[in-house]
């Protein structure tokens, strides 16, 4: 059974101020954070932020290659992307000051694209050429990448997005990168189906029900703030309000997970998923990163 993932968590702080519930044993700070794969098709802030600048100074180069101006696009939040949990854990102290990070994501605002207003001042026929060659042309060569769960990504090779991280990854990355982020994704939901996981996850229900609430899963608390949030629309008051809601569901949530020991059984589990693995996922994740490393030296020296 495939389950899709709800949890979020972000390095922002909203509203402080949530007591953490009594009666269950403390987290020791750090706490594991397991990734399919080592964290491979994870980054850190810090190198997510230099590829991005790498990749976007790569498009400019190729888009003045064929006589089209550019901006490069400033980087968005990569701390709340690199601080997320792929299983959703949470510690008592990122539960106490982040939440699940809900509301700091409705709140941030993404970085406006330089090129939005240059590129409506264009005909028509500029805006198609500039946008062809950015991103490929509908008729344009194509290249399929098929997953490993049997679904294809579709690039267009000579597009300067794809240009652009070719000359930064080397040939194969895409090919490379898809692969493993589809190999992750069935690692995880391997990994939550396992009755390790599912039999700590029945821990954090009863665990929760002896907090005072009635959730029979871990996905629950986070589809009620939702709705909450939704139904706050743009009302401070009301938004305020859902964010103490957040952090106090997050602490006993965070408090639950501890008990139940559910990060322990999610990296035992994961271990496990992963001695299946085929030999040829070994090949691809040395090839990748290596490209990986290269990519990284080559944007921190630019």
Request: glycine residues 6%; proline residues 5%.
């Amino acid at each position: 059974m495939k389950r899709n993932v709800l949890w979020l968590t972000a390095a922002v702080l909203f509203v402080a101020g949530c007591s953490q519930s009594s009666g269950h044993k403390a987290a020791a700070e750090p706490q594991l954070d397991p990734r399919p794969l080592g964290g491979a098709v994870h980054f850190t802030a810090a190198e997510a932020a230099a590829l991005h600048r790498a990749e976007e100074h790569n498009v400019q180069k190729c888009m003045k290659k064929h006589g089209f101006d550019y901006r490069t696009v400033p980087v968005g939040d990569v701390q709340g992307a690199a601080a997320a949990s792929r299983y959703g854990l949470l510690t008592p102290r990122r539960a106490a000051q982040d939440g699940y990070g809900l509301i700091a994501q409705r709140l941030s605002k993404t970085p406006s694209d330089p090129n939005a207003r240059p590129f409506a001042g264009l005909s028509e026929t500029d805006r198609r050429a500039w946008e062809e060659r950015l991103k490929g042309a509908v008729d344009g060569p194509k290249q399929e990448i098929r997953l490993p769960d049997g679904l294809t990504v579709t690039i267009a090779p000579d597009s300067c997005v794809s240009v652009a991280r070719q000359e930064l990854y080397g040939p194969d990355w895409d090919q490379q990168y898809y692969t493993l982020q589809g190999l992750s994704n069935s690692i995880a939901d391997d990994t939550l189906d396992h009755p390790l996981v599912t039999a700590a996850e029945r821990k954090w229900v009863t665990c929760m029900r002896d907090e005072g609430f009635r959730y029979r899963d871990r996905n629950d608390p986070l589809k009620a703030l939702k709705k909450q949030v939704d139904a706050a629309g743009t009302d401070s008051a009301a938004l305020q309000a859902a964010g103490k809601e957040e952090l106090r569901l997050a602490t006993h949530d965070a408090t639950c997970q501890t008990e139940a020991d559910l990060a322990e059984q999610v990296a035992r589990a994961q271990q496990q998923v992963e001695r299946n693995l085929a030999s040829s996922a070994t090949t691809i994740l040395t090839s990748y990163r290596a490209a990986l490393n290269a990519a990284l030296k080559r944007a921190t020296a630019a």
